[in-house]
Nanobody
């Protein structure tokens, strides 16, 4: 069993930046890929980005030039650096560890002036 806890969400103006963190407990993340997803009310949960055990990364089309996913296995933590935020980035952001079908509780990101 793996528990994931996200943090770092909040209110930010358009064009601003936020860094989300997701810390795992119960198992080391070093052997597994991790991902971030996001969801707005009434819509499906959409994939944002993934980071693999070798540090390789992939991104959704609308995020690849603005978001950066990274991992620190020593801290058992995955990050999502979000720059040039837009109002349409407003969502609850979730951390996911696919190997265990584990999800965090989510952290709200609101982009608004």
């Amino acid at each position: 069993q793996v528990q994931l806890v996200e943090s770092g969400g909040g209110l930010v103006q358009p064009g601003g930046s936020l860094r989300l963190s997701c810390t795992a407990s119960g198992r080391s993340i070093s052997l597994y890929s991790l991902a971030w997803y996001r969801q707005t009310p009434g819509k499906r949960r959409d994939w944002v980005a993934s980071v693999f055990t070798d540090g390789d990364t992939t991104y959704g089309d609308s995020m690849k030039d603005r978001f950066t996913i990274s991992r620190d296995d020593a801290k058992n933590t995955v990050y999502l650096q979000m720059n040039k935020l837009k109002p349409e980035d407003t969502a609850v952001y979730y951390c996911n560890l696919p190997a265990f079908a584990s999800w965090g509780q989510g952290t709200q990101v609101t982009v608004s002036s």
